[in-house]
């Protein structure tokens, strides 16, 4: 099933990366917020010589909450102990050599070794106490990172809609359809490919807590989400870390 993901790629819109995939998740009950920024204040977030990358002149930040389940490295069995954790990644979007893809702010999990290898991979990932439940056709989700600044979420969402594919020239296809992982180590860049169908949101309806979601955005940024998305789940591939 992993390997056939590869016989569907005429949606994406960048290259297929180079040499074999290495790591498999699946990514499950995602609640997507898009919050529109200016991009005088995100830029001096962006590490040069990355490119801020905008829609219609507007920038945006997103909060991606999901359950990563059965994770995988290529080859290998899978470790039950940490295969499965909840995770919250807060990213913006830039383009290097004309390919879109999204820059991490930060990247919270459950799970401690997750953290510390995404890390050796220039990722920001951070541990943080999480919780993810269903009830009553709400998934409550809570997150607080346990060292450093105490960023958190905390909230409830439910799909209210049927999936749909996003159309080509659609803020929603902006948004999703990156598959390239960027940032930078000592002023070079890097990345990580990966591979995955299209998305197929839904609406949702969100309850959250307002200061949990202004401390995940970087520095003194605050904002309102605009738009958010539910995703019931993703099967997703990973290539080994590059330098561009």
Not at 38 to 66: G, N, V
Not at 166 to 184: C, I, K, Q, V
Not at 193 to 200: A, D, F, Q, T, Y
């Amino acid at each position: 099933m992993k390997q056939q993901l590869l016989n569907y790629i005429n949606h994406r819109n960048a290259p297929i990366p180079s040499g074999p995939w290495i790591m498999y998740q699946r990514w499950e009950n995602i609640m997507c917020m898009h919050i529109p920024v200016s991009k005088e204040r995100i830029s001096p977030h962006i590490p040069e010589p990355l490119e801020l990358d905008i829609y219609e002149d507007q920038a945006w930040i997103s909060i991606f909450t999901f359950r990563v389940s059965g994770m995988q490295q290529r080859g290998m069995p899978k470790f039950p102990w940490f295969n499965s954790f909840p995770e919250v990644n807060v990213r913006t979007y830039v383009r290097h050599d004309g390919i879109p893809g999204v820059y991490f702010f930060s990247l919270d999990a459950a799970k401690i070794i997750p953290v510390i290898g995404a890390r050796l991979v220039s990722l920001p990932y951070f541990k943080a106490k999480m919780k993810m439940a269903e009830g009553m056709g709400w998934t409550h989700y809570s997150s607080r990172r346990q060292y450093g600044s105490g960023a958190f979420f905390k909230g409830r969402y439910k799909s209210i809609s049927s999936p749909s594919a996003t159309g080509p020239d659609s803020l929603d296809y902006w948004l999703f359809e990156r598959y390239y992982l960027f940032n930078t180590v000592k002023g070079r860049i890097v990345h990580i490919g990966i591979h995955h169908l299209p998305w197929k949101p839904a609406d949702v309806s969100v309850v959250y807590d307002r200061n949990g979601v202004n401390s995940l955005l970087p520095g003194d940024i605050e904002g309102t989400p605009a738009i958010s998305h539910y995703v019931d789940s993703l099967d997703v591939i990973f290539w080994p870390l590059q330098k561009t």
